[in-house]
């Protein structure tokens, strides 16, 4: 549907089929990540396949707008620049359209729009070289690193990634948004990740902070940060849900500021981080041929989950602490696949085939 709906300038419609059109500058960039997953989890070649012009024409029409730093800047008045629902980011006479980034509207370059072009370059590059395209991949790879280091050495004031260039940034040139994509892509070191997370999700850090549109984003930026970061922001993160509950809330809202609850995507969210994050169901092969099973069993004491893996498998998890403080961890799959394990911070096991998998752990104090 999505694909049906581009338009001339190679872009995907936030919504269609409507009478309004509307183009959001991320929204096509964030359907190229809904082709990247549907292929992973149902490994459908040839429907793939049929993306690959419309999704080069995205990654094409953002490459046609970097500028003279190497960043994406100068887009057209008719491409809303949305980002997310940040109260400190509303409109102005000057500047109409709501969820923008403060830094950056003079000049028209929000680094935000950078760094998520340079990841979904990265994911676009693993999907194409998947399908049988080696030649796009290598070059949306090369792309993508251009675009990485020119965020380096424009966008970062040698702690944080700002806003917009770091020489015009101000107290509101700084969000977690940029932070977040800073670790997706690799622009900011690893070694540095959590520190920046840490700091960036701390209560008092004055930066603008995501909002239900971006909390998926944040989680995988956890996860991918390692040292505990993930568990140690769970709890924080769930704050919203939990207030959303106790307002007898039965869908979720689409954000904190009109409460309007009318079942956006992002309402997916604790979902898939219990199934994929806690549970640890981790499909790491295109159509779920292959499985990384990593549970998070620090976050619950035990659980049951069943988890949907493509078309025509199922995934059952659980596990129980014992007595001695040991925890039996079982995973059960309806057909048997290739699986991985990694429990904590330990190295991932390679197990073959499989159709049923019991680990024991024993946290350390």
């Excluded at 008719?78 to 409109?91: I, K, L, N, P, R």
């Excluded at 991918?224 to 704050?239: I, K, R």
């Excluded at 330990?346 to 049923?356: K, P, R, S, W």
């Amino acid at each position: 549907m999505f694909a049906a709906s581009v338009t001339a300038e190679g872009l995907t419609q936030s919504r269609y089929p409507s009478h309004v059109p509307q183009i959001i500058a991320s929204f096509p960039l964030y359907w190229i990540l809904q082709v990247s997953d549907h292929y992973l989890y149902f490994g459908d070649r040839t429907y793939t396949r049929s993306f690959l012009p419309r999704i080069d024409g995205v990654l094409e029409f953002f490459e046609t707008h970097i500028d003279e730093l190497g960043l994406v800047g100068n887009l057209p008045s008719d491409v809303w620049q949305y980002v997310d629902w940040v109260t400190t980011w509303g409109a102005t006479d000057e500047h109409p359209d709501k969820g923008v980034p403060t830094s950056g509207r003079k000049s028209n370059r929000h680094t935000f729009f950078s760094l998520i072009y340079a990841w979904v370059l990265q994911k676009a590059a693993s999907l194409v070289q998947a399908v049988g395209r080696p030649g796009h991949a290598q070059e949306y790879e090369q792309r993508a690193n251009a675009v990485i280091q020119a965020v380096r050495k424009h966008c970062q004031d040698g702690q944080f990634v700002t806003d917009s260039t770091a020489d015009i940034a101000d107290e509101l040139a700084y969000s977690q948004h940029c932070q977040v994509f800073g670790v997706l892509t690799g622009t900011i070191e690893p070694l540095k990740q959590a520190t920046v997370l840490r700091r960036a999700f701390a209560q008092d850090s004055g930066f603008s902070k995501c909002s239900y549109v971006m909390q998926f984003y944040a989680l995988r930026a956890f996860a991918m940060a390692g040292d505990g970061v993930y568990e140690e922001m769970w709890s924080q993160v769930w704050n919203p849900w939990r207030r959303m509950l106790r307002n007898n809330l039965t869908t979720w809202e689409e954000d904190d500021v009109r409460q309007r609850s009318d079942c956006h995507a992002w309402g997916s969210v604790p979902i898939y981080e219990f199934c994929t994050e806690v549970a640890g169901v981790q499909p790491i092969g295109a159509g779920c041929s292959k499985l990384l099973f990593a549970p998070r069993l620090t976050l619950s004491k035990s659980i049951k989950a069943n988890v949907a893996l493509g078309n025509d498998n199922l995934a059952i998890v659980s596990w129980h602490t014992n007595e001695d403080g040991s925890i039996q961890v079982d995973l059960r799959l309806d057909r048997a696949i290739e699986v991985q394990s990694q429990i904590a911070n330990e190295d991932v096991i390679e197990h073959g085939v499989l159709n049923h998998l019991v680990l024991q752990y024993r946290p350390t104090r």
